[in-house]
């Protein structure tokens, strides 16, 4: 069963478009919801979290948006940039980490300059 | 500083060595993390330590065997892989106490089974 449903696998923009990821999860005990930036041979990076007490949360270009009633989060990359192609994860946890993160599949982003 | 720290950076082994990954921090987190990643896949969950007990052991087969030695040191024992073992280790850690959920990931082993 696959808790964290992330959509698309794959997304080409333009420079200084707008990047949109979304991930709907099925257990409604996650409690934290990350997204993770990741280069080719590199560890994930962490990027921007939110918790399901708000509705949105933003970050330089970076924005998240949560809808708990539908189990659903987005994030958006604004003014997206060559530079911001990589593979993006979401995920979640619940426990403030205690039983480690399940991810979603992986968003692979193509900034086209 | 949010920097996991891992060794060696790549490991290759025949199917009958024994060899070990290390992974390393000086933030003060009390959980520590073990996953592994194959090519285009997300990481996936192998192992927990919280407080340097482990807590969660994924169905992991016994030929990969944790440690932690004290809390900024995690360890990951290989025994008899098989060649479907070759992946990217990934070490992670995070303070794990209320309100502080960030979840800070190492660089990763790149190992090959020969």
């Known amino acids: 069963q696959q808790q964290v449903k992330q959509s698309p696998q794959s997304l080409i923009v333009q420079k200084g478009g707008i990047s949109i990821i979304n991930c709907a999860y099925e257990n409604t005990a996650f409690d934290y919801f990350p997204w993770y930036q990741q280069f080719p041979g590199k560890g994930p990076a962490l990027l921007i979290a939110?918790?399901?007490?708000?509705s949105e949360k933003k970050e330089g270009r970076f924005t998240i948006s949560f809808n708990k009633s539908a189990k659903q989060f987005s994030l958006h990359i604004m003014d997206s940039q060559p530079g911001d192609s990589a593979t993006y994860f979401c995920a979640a946890s619940r426990a403030a980490g205690a039983d480690g993160l399940t991810f979603g599949k992986g968003t692979h982003l193509i900034i086209q300059p | 500083d949010t920097e996991v720290t891992q060794t060696p950076k790549h490991l290759v082994m025949g199917m009958t060595n024994k060899k070990s990954l290390k992974c390393e921090q000086h933030?003060?987190?009390?959980?520590m993390y073990w996953y592994k990643q194959k090519a285009k896949k997300p990481p996936e969950l192998m192992f927990v330590?919280?407080?340097?007990?482990?807590?969660i052991n994924e169905s992991v087969p016994s030929r990969f065997s944790p440690e932690c030695p004290n809390s900024s040191l995690l360890n990951l024992h290989l025994h008899a892989l098989q060649p479907e073992d070759s992946a990217l280790y990934l070490c992670?850690?995070?303070?794990?106490?209320?309100?502080?959920?960030?979840?800070?990931f190492g660089p990763g082993t790149r190992l090959t089974v020969t």
């Open positions: 330590y919280s407080y340097e007990k482990l807590s």
């Open positions: 992670a850690s995070s303070l794990q106490s209320s309100g502080s959920y960030e979840q800070y």
């Open positions: 939110i918790r399901p007490d708000v």
């Open positions: 933030m003060g987190h009390r959980a």
